[in-house]
């Protein structure tokens, strides 16, 4: 047996026992304890084996970071991605959040993964991901998945009265001096019906939703709401202004 058809065995062989040692090498492939050990460092160095002490053992395959955003794709994505790593800063240990759907929403999950706080989503993308990476605390809101939106969407207002945070954090398609704006109505209603049962809202938006016009969509809330917006430094200065007239604390990342 050549060298190539016998280190192809050896990468087929190692997938099936996990571990094999020089002597069981010899012993398969009928090699001196030479051989093996120059078949070991060449199949190591080629990423095909794992090399250990008197053998092999085989590289666990690792599974790719799952994610519904895709960066080259997803609309202001380091803006966002600095906006959720500020959000997460205003979180205690132990604190329970409410994160609804939405990239930005997405992103912030992500920063709290493997933190000791309980994250309360309808948003079956971030559910999915916080399971798949062990986040220990994890609540998902109960109720009717809807394929189009990603989300669970509650059947009755008093099913979502079960549930409270410490803050909930929420995104909308413009921020304007009257207040947050979404444009899927089943979505705002959904999120209507947990708004009050959190302690304090604060809004995640990227600072091209920061506007003085209103266009389509449902008001989801009012200014008077708004406790805290998170957004970036391009965002319209006058509106800005008038936020923070109005008693909203503005951070600008």
């Known amino acids: 047996m050549n060298e190539a058809k016998r280190h192809e065995d050896i990468v087929k062989l190692i997938g099936t026992m996990e571990s094999i040692s020089v002597v069981e090498l010899t012993e398969i492939f009928n090699i001196s304890p030479a051989t093996a050990r120059r078949d070991i460092v060449k199949l190591a160095d080629a990423g095909k084996v794992k090399k250990v002490r008197n053998g092999i053992v085989r590289i666990e395959e690792k599974k790719p970071i799952w994610s519904p955003l895709d960066i080259n794709n ?28 939405g990239s930005t929403a997405f992103l912030l999950g992500r920063e709290l993964c493997g933190k000791d706080v309980n994250i309360i989503t309808n948003y079956f993308p971030l559910a999915s991901y ?17 394929k189009t939106q990603n989300i669970i969407l509650n059947p009755t207002s008093e099913l979502s009265a079960i549930y409270s945070g410490n803050i909930m954090f929420t995104s909308g398609k413009q921020l304007t001096p009257a207040g947050l704006y979404k444009s899927e109505i089943l979505t705002a209603v959904s999120e209507q019906q947990i708004l009050n049962n959190a302690q304090k809202l604060v809004v995640v938006v990227d600072s091209t939703k920061v506007t003085e016009k209103i266009g389509s969509g449902m008001l989801f809330c009012p200014t008077t709401k708004i406790d805290v917006v998170i957004t970036g430094k391009l965002a319209d200065k006058s509106v800005v202004e008038s936020l923070k007239q109005q008693g909203v604390e503005i951070i600008l990342v």
Do not use: F, P, W
């Open 130 to 146: 916080l399971i798949e990476h062990d986040h220990e605390h994890v609540t998902i809101i109960g109720g009717q998945y809807n």
């Open 74 to 101: 997803t609309d202001n994505y380091h803006e966002k991605a600095r906006i959720a790593i500020k959000a997460s800063t205003l979180i205690k240990d132990g604190e329970s959040v409410i994160l609804n759907c």
